[in-house]
């Protein structure tokens, strides 16, 4: 961490929606309805799943898990956005500034491999319905459910630390509505590229082999419930899975457009 001792920027700009400024009470009202259904929604889940003894299955404990991280990943970035839209208050300290990152790269990477742990469910009850009891018993739910927590909480640590290594010595004016990890990079006051080639590895890593399997395992699905006799069970099937793929379309295509586009 000597280089960030080299640091002279104390805090950031967030420019987020600054070029619009006749639009402010207008995206504050979007944002704000968003952000508060956003919460309702998962509350919903979160409390339903908890009290209901017969949901208290994979599929809808990963689903609960799934909502703890878009509750908390909203709660990162929205209020701070809020604030910014309704006061005009564009800055956030250096500290605060990482802490955001973190939070973000650690739900974002939960978020990954729970989808893609829920493709893996998905999969095991439509493909193999006798043996999904064994597939996917308690013991090998917690291992997927740890190791989704466990490899945010990496990705988090190890990415943050290396961004805030670099010295950041001004300017300081974020083209973001947050620190996402591309826009803070673009501050630095030294060569990133060997970070940059890291973290593009890193990205299709994570971002990628994830949407690879879950990919097979839909195509796999979508062969089995194609065989299926029935125009009920097909369309159970179906159901089961809309909700998920709905999650996996929003989450694949912003992090790639965020991640994954070329730095020019």
């Known amino acids: 961490m000597k280089r960030q001792n080299q640091s002279s920027v104390v805090e950031f700009i967030l420019l ?4 619009l400024p006749e639009l402010q009470e207008q995206l504050f009202g979007v944002f704000l309805v968003v952000y508060l259904v956003t919460l309702l929604g998962n509350a919903i889940i979160i409390v339903s799943i908890s009290l209901e003894q017969s949901l208290h299955v994979p599929m809808y404990l990963f689903l609960q898990n799934l909502s703890v991280v878009d509750v908390s990943f909203s709660a990162v970035i929205m209020p701070e956005m809020l604030v910014v ?33 829920m493709a893996y469910d998905r999969f095991a009850a439509i493909c193999h319905p006798l043996s999904y009891p064994m597939i996917m018993n308690k013991r090998v739910f917690m291992k997927l459910l740890i190791m989704s927590w466990a490899l945010g909480f990496m990705l988090g640590t190890v990415q943050t630390t290396w961004v805030f290594s670099f010295p950041f010595c001004g300017p300081n004016e974020i083209n973001h509505i947050s620190c996402e990890t591309p826009a803070v990079l673009e501050l630095a006051c030294a060569d990133s590229f060997l970070f940059e ?52 379309t929003l989450f694949y295509g912003t992090a790639s457009m965020t991640y994954l586009q070329p730095k020019s």
Not at 16 to 19: A, C, R, V
Not at 210 to 217: G, M
Not at 235 to 241: E, I, L, N, P, R
């Open 16 to 19: 987020g929606f600054s070029n």
């Open 85 to 117: 839209l309704s006061t005009e208050k564009m800055s956030i300290t250096f500290a605060g500034c990482f802490a955001q990152m973190y939070f973000i790269l650690f739900f974002g990477g939960a978020e990954c491999f729970l989808l893609g742990a």
């Open 197 to 248: 080639i890291y973290a593009f590895t890193g990205t299709i890593l994570i971002v990628i082999v994830p949407f690879v399997l879950i990919l097979l395992s839909y195509i796999r699905i979508l062969f089995a419930i194609l065989k299926m006799p029935s125009a009920t069970g097909r369309q159970k099937a179906f159901s089961t899975c809309a909700s998920h793929l709905t999650s996996v």
